[in-house]
């Protein structure tokens, strides 16, 4: 093992104040918001006695207008596995809520990640390995391209030809709605039809950036002495290419990409919206929209969680690929 | 002597915006085998591009515009890439100067020896592990630092690291850039030392390369002099400590403090390095230059080569003298 335990705690340690400081700004951000919910709520189902919404506003632990007294009993909750229950959709918990998004989106957005991020540090590999060469210019225009147009514009441009006019994709939605009529294999087959568009879009957004910040690295790297030198000792091109070179370059890109990960969770908010994905993304902005503190609380929870457990799990294992990062 | 590296008429020009840099004019030079061939000049003056040039290790912009390398009989520059690459390490190595950078961070100094063996050896497997100890034997390291990272190891010992590896195909010549400039004066003369020894030992060439003059008259055999891209003066070590002939070499000389004897005025030459993109008709070194005739700006200077080694300069006549010498000797 390359590191030792004080090192394990000291990460740990460090994860854990974070995750408290996180978890604080969770319960006090939603609240600057201002509004009042469970009227809000009271009213809209037509429930306009003073004892409704009384009750309700003891449900949501908004009782007490001591920010106190509602913190400790967030923290109470939260040590119990509840996420408390979504105003916007009542009786539903949170956690139900989240659950049911959360499987969509892991699966579009974590796929659209891994994949943006192979073919874009295989293009920008590619691209710096023969930099000046026809694929290295067409590559770089393209992503030039590519990071200078706003991403929503892209995928508003997608459903526009992919949907609309070519009718090749569905306007929205996961899965088809008499889906539980469906074989398992033609479940599968909705499934991938309705988020193929998403996930090219993902890709397409996120992929000139990879492709750029690698081929940058990997031409700094190609300038090192130990790159000539490897090339003076005759080891093949493969072995310069990626033990010398790309395994070098990728370095500085492993904290990003891990950071990348950690954000699979929250969605991408602007895919979901336009294709009206019913990811976390989706659910996030409508919590916000309908001052749903309880669902915003819970989805920013999941988003801190899995930011700081992987950018956790990036410090433990940034030792291990890099020899030089000290470990005391 | 026979010779083991003979370099004719070696030109290679740099693409600039500006205009075509002619950084190596017309080099030629030869190394016998066993022979130590110091390349000294300052800064710019081509000598690292020549050692380069030799090795195909040029990177553009820089491009090979003309001349012949002929190493133990083969013509290297006519050479196909694949053909090159068998050539490299096996028949000639490079030690590059001793700084960080020379060793890949992330891979063991073991995996780095190694793969110098396996890439021309693919069978060597368990032998080329053994022959990685001995070669930390040979520059006296532990065989267990085999297992170290190269940011674990001290200035010093990379660059032992880095010569070992020189030494793993037992080449039959060593091309050394400035290989201690990074170098404390200690640590710079515990490695000199062990590459004089390891040179005793296998009789590899050396292409030695610096612009640490005092050091080339200590450990060369004999010394090339170059100025703005061009070779001005080749002479033995003892030539060269007892009288180097062209202006510039002399002036180089007079820039190093002695150690012993009387003290005196370090000299120094006044002026620039030209620009190459356009460099000074003629000698390229008359600007700067304190004996300058008249026909010194106008008709580039002769290659004179006599038993003393070879000048390229307007004082020095067809028969070795100085032009004042001549016109004295006819009256």
């Known amino acids: ?328 | 002597m026979s010779k083991l590296l003979q370099v004719q008429n070696l030109s290679i020009e740099y693409a600039s915006p500006r205009g075509v840099v002619k950084a190596v004019d017309n080099v030629s030079f030869s190394i016998g085998k066993g022979e130590i061939f110091g390349l000294a000049g300052e800064s710019g003056c081509g000598k690292s591009t020549t050692a380069f040039g030799i090795c195909r290790l040029l990177r553009p912009p820089a491009r090979l515009a003309g001349g012949s390398v002929v190493l133990d009989g083969i013509e290297l520059t006519e050479l196909p890439d694949e053909q090159f690459d068998k050539l490299r390490w096996s028949k000639m190595s490079i030690v590059l100067q001793s700084a960080m950078n020379n060793l890949n961070p992330v891979l063991k100094i073991r995996s780095q020896l190694m793969d110098a063996i396996v890439a021309h050896e693919p069978d060597a497997g368990k032998e080329a592990a053994k022959r990685a100890e001995q070669l930390m034997r040979l520059v006296d390291l532990p065989a267990d630092r085999l297992d170290s990272y190269p940011h674990e190891l001290s200035g010093g010992m990379r660059q032992r690291v880095v010569i070992a590896m020189a030494m793993a195909m037992k080449p039959s010549l060593v091309i050394m850039d400035e290989p201690t400039t990074a170098l404390d004066v200690v640590v710079q003369n515990g490695i000199i030392r062990k590459i004089l020894e390891l040179q005793e030992q296998f009789g590899f060439s050396i292409l030695f390369i610096t612009h640490d003059l005092p050091l080339m008259l200590e450990m060369c055999d004999r010394i090339g002099i170059m100025y703005a891209g061009r070779l001005v003066e080749i002479a033995s070590r003892q030539e060269m400590k007892s009288g180097p002939r062209h202006p510039y070499t002399q002036g180089l000389l007079h820039s190093f403090p002695p150690l012993y004897g009387p003290k005196r005025r370090l000299e120094g030459i006044p002026g620039h390095p030209p620009d190459l993109i356009r460099p000074p008709g003629g000698c390229r070194f008359h600007p700067r230059c304190a004996r300058a005739m008249t026909q010194c700006s106008s008709r580039e200077p002769a290659v004179l080569a006599d038993e003393r080694g070879q000048v390229a300069c307007h004082l020095y006549n067809e028969e070795g003298l100085s032009v004042e010498q001549a016109s004295a000797a006819r009256e």
């Open chain 1, 1 to 328: 093992m390359r590191y030792n335990s004080v090192y394990l705690l000291k990460r740990l340690g460090f994860a854990f104040i974070t995750l408290y400081v996180a978890i604080t700004l969770n319960f006090l951000l939603p609240r600057l918001m201002g509004g009042d919910p469970a009227s809000a709520l009271a009213s809209e189902k037509a429930l306009g006695s003073q004892e409704v919404v009384k009750a309700l506003k003891a449900q949501f632990g908004l009782d007490n207008p001591s920010l106190l007294y509602q913190y400790a009993k967030y923290l109470n909750q939260l040590l119990h596995g509840n996420l408390g229950v979504s105003y916007a959709n009542y009786p539903s918990p949170v956690a139900d809520v989240m659950v049911k998004a959360l499987p969509w989106t892991f699966g579009t957005v974590l796929t659209a990640t891994l994949l943006s991020y192979l073919v874009g540090w295989l293009i920008g590999i590619r691209g710096a390995w023969k930099a000046g060469s026809l694929f290295d210019n067409s590559t770089l225009f393209t992503a030039f391209f590519l990071n200078s147009v706003p991403f929503f514009w892209i995928a508003i441009i997608f459903i526009m030809i992919f949907s609309f006019y070519l009718e090749w994709f569905p306007l929205g939605q996961a899965i088809d709605p008499g889906i539980d009529s469906f074989s398992a294999l033609d479940k599968i087959k909705s499934v991938l039809y309705h988020a193929f568009l998403p996930v090219f879009t993902l890709i397409i957004a996120t992929l000139a950036g990879h492709i750029l910040v690698l081929r940058n690295n990997l031409m700094r790297v190609l300038s090192e002495d130990y790159m000539l030198l490897a090339k003076a000792k005759g080891l093949s091109a493969a072995r310069r290419k990626y033990a010398y070179g790309a395994r070098n370059a990728l370095l500085p890109s492993f904290t990003g990409f891990m950071t990348s990960l950690g954000h699979v969770i929250g969605g991408a908010i602007t895919t979901e919206i336009v294709f009206s994905y019913p990811g976390v993304g989706l659910v996030t902005f409508n919590a916000i929209l309908n001052h749903d503190y309880p669902l915003i609380q819970g989805s920013f929870l999941f988003i801190a969680v899995s930011v700081i457990v992987c950018n956790l799990i990036a410090d433990l294992v940034y030792p291990l690929i890099d020899p030089r990062v000290a470990l005391n």
